[in-house]
Structure formats: structure tokens, C-alpha cells
């Protein structure tokens, strides 16, 4: 199974979502990306990742520097772990960059594959705008099985008032 994160267009909300908006609605996969790792430039080029390209030259350009100093191999092994851990981090600087310019983190879905991600995102999209047009007509209360779409803050553990799960810096109980 794969992890998505769903990221709206400026300006809209899930509540009020029509069919523009969910049309324009992102899914990126978490992990690894293959495309970023073979094809580095024209990937931040066609996602339009100026910034993060900027970052990446510089850094090549560092690094290619300091390794020519050590001489032998080094310039080739640093390009490499460049390279390898960019592909890591590829799509959470896209996602960062998308809501540097206003696109709104909404959800994380989980699915084998990115229509079945959509499928289930907006199944539970629609399940919750039906809900609060149920309650805005004076409707039934909102049935527990559905939650929302939108929780802020979630799946990203903060440290202060929520509490973290897994490796916690939290106090634990005893």
C-alpha cells in the first residue's frame, strides 16, 4: 500500500469544493521517486520547482568543489549521494512547494495505487459534504463511520500540546 497526501487549490475548502476544484486536487505518492533520481533537471523543470532547483545547483556545485580538493572518486561518490538523497525527499519538497503558494493540505490517503487514492478521497469527500448539508437542513447528527476529509494538523505529530506517537519526546507514564 502507498501512502498519498492530498493537497487542494488556493482558495477552495473541502466543505465547498465543486468539480474545478477537484479536478485540480493533487495526490503525491510518499517515498522514493525514480523520476527524480534519473531525470533531476527536467523533474524540478516540469514540477516547476524553482526554488528547490536552485538549492539542488548550488549544493551539486558545492559539493563538486569541495570533492575535487580530495581528488580520486569523491566527485562522482558526492554527485551520486546527491542525487540519492534528493530522489528521497523529491515529492516532500514538491508538497512543500505547493503550499508555499497556497495549496492546502487535506488529507492522507492509503491505497495500491493513485486512482484507487482518489476514489477513496473523494468517496469520503462526498460522504462528508452530504453530512453537512444533512445538518445545515436540520438533518440527522453526522454519523461517526465517516470522519471528515480535513484534520488539521493531522498526520504530522507536533511536540507541545498533542501528544506524539511512536518515538515521543513526551514524558512517558510508568
Known sequence: MAIYMVLIPPGSSPETMGETE??????????????????????LLVKRLWLVLLVYLVAGLVLELASRFIGGPMPGIAMAGLSI??????????????????????????????????RRFFARL??????????????????????????????????GAERVVGLSVAPHRS
Open 22 to 43: 477537484a479536478q485540480r486536487t493533487v495526490f503525491i505518492r510518499d517515498g522514493f521517486s525514480w523520476l527524480a533520481l534519473l531525470f533531476t533537471l527536467p523533474w
Open 85 to 118: 538523497l534528493f530522489a528521497f525527499e523529491a515529492r516532500g519538497l514538491w508538497r512543500w512547494t505547493l503550499e508555499r503558494r497556497g495549496w492546502r493540505f487535506v488529507a492522507v490517503v492509503e491505497a495500491q495505487g493513485r486512482e484507487e487514492a482518489e
Open 126 to 159: 462526498a460522504a462528508h459534504q452530504r453530512q453537512a448539508q444533512d445538518r445545515q437542513a436540520g438533518g440527522s447528527a453526522p454519523q461517526p463511520d465517516a470522519p471528515p476529509p480535513h484534520r488539521p494538523g493531522y498526520p504530522i505529530p507536533r511536540i
